[in-house]
């Protein structure tokens, strides 16, 4: 007989499940939506719904998985409800009016930070604290390969079988990962007496209850616009060195492979760098991939999608294992699920920013990616954690 695999196993593996449902359920429904309203338009303001919300819903989910005695029924009610969201604007797309489905979408958003955020906040139940840094990047390789499966699950699906079935395993992946959640332990710890408000604005400012995770979340949070700049150029990139639009957006594939080797390198030995110093670099190599996707050669664009991987990668990875680090414990939901929130809108902001300017310049939108990363890194360098003598 095979053996069973480890509660940690379970959770990683149903994780990776939720996020390839979450990654296939933006293109698909953008994919449903342009085939059945025929505009541009109102496909982007459903999907912009979809992430926009998450703002909002990624504080609210921290307060109830801090507050749940089974985080485990919180995680699955919200992928239940996650679920039950795009099942209705598939149903409703061409049926329901155009208002009723934004508001649909935004509802459907609120709950999009537990297919992160929330998942990640539960591994310290599952293992030992020696345990946890190789669990973090465990956890951060699965982010990146539902990153790289999602998009192209939803292509796939869609050119065999169409949009509309592209959005429906969407939703059955989602709804696989429920078991594992309701698997989860039950917690003995005494959980938070605060009243919810005060929980709720412990948990913001429990983003910044460190120096380094201050430094995290901002670094993060602003490198994130920069990749959102990076995605949506990349259809034009496409149109404009390679031949079509769908080529560049092809190549976010190898994006997604390059930050799976570099996160499988890491997790090997996963304290041979201190995280702190790995999320600096990392958003210098950022801004060094957008710099070289301006030069207008097919080759140098190949090579900005492969150096993009090798920074988000590490990044993602740094970025879990010094929350886990650093979050206080009655807390956690919190600063996993906020934290997922304002990365989702970041990148939201970050698209909506640079299909603006790229419309009159795609190098300007470029060097704006450029700018936002080496904004990161100002902050990361402006953060740093005082010495004894500098502090007051």
Sequence with gaps: MLPRPSPLARHLLAAALARTGDDMAGPALLLLALGVTGGPARAS????????????????????????????????????????????LLLGLGRAPYPLLLAIAFLTGLLGPALS???????????????????????????????????????????????????????????????????????????????????????????????????ATVVSTVSCAGDGVFVTCMPLLGARLLGGAAHGTSLLALSAASALAAGAVLARRPTALPPDAVLGASVVVLAAAHLLATVPSPWALLAAVLLTGAGEGPQLTALLA?????????????????????KITARAVGAALAGTLAAHSLTAALLMGATLNLLAGAAFWALRPLTAAARP
Excluded: E, K
């Design 117 to 215: 955020g929330g998942w990640t906040s539960q591994v310290p139940a599952l293992v030992a604290p020696a345990a946890l840094p190789r669990a973090a990047a465990l956890d951060a390789l699965g982010f990146t390969v539902a990153s790289l499966l999602g998009p192209a699950l939803a292509g796939l699906c869609a050119s065999l079988a169409g949009a509309p079935v592209s959005v429906a395993a969407a939703v059955t992946l989602v709804l696989l990962a429920a078991p594992a959640a309701l698997r989860l332990p039950a917690l003995t710890t005494p959980r938070p007496s605060s009243r919810p408000l005060a929980q709720l604005r412990d948990g913001v400012s429990a983003l910044g209850a460190t120096r380094p995770l201050a430094r």
């Design 322 to 342: 010094i929350r886990h680090r650093d979050a206080p414990a009655r807390l956690r939901g919190q600063v996993f699920t906020t934290g997922a929130s304002l």
């Design 45 to 88: 303001g459903l999907f912009g719904a979809l992430l926009l919300s998450a703002a909002l819903g990624g504080p609210v989910l921290g307060v109830l998985l801090d507050r749940a005695r089974r985080p485990g029924l919180v995680l699955a009610a919200a992928l239940a409800g996650y679920a039950a969201g795009l099942a209705l």
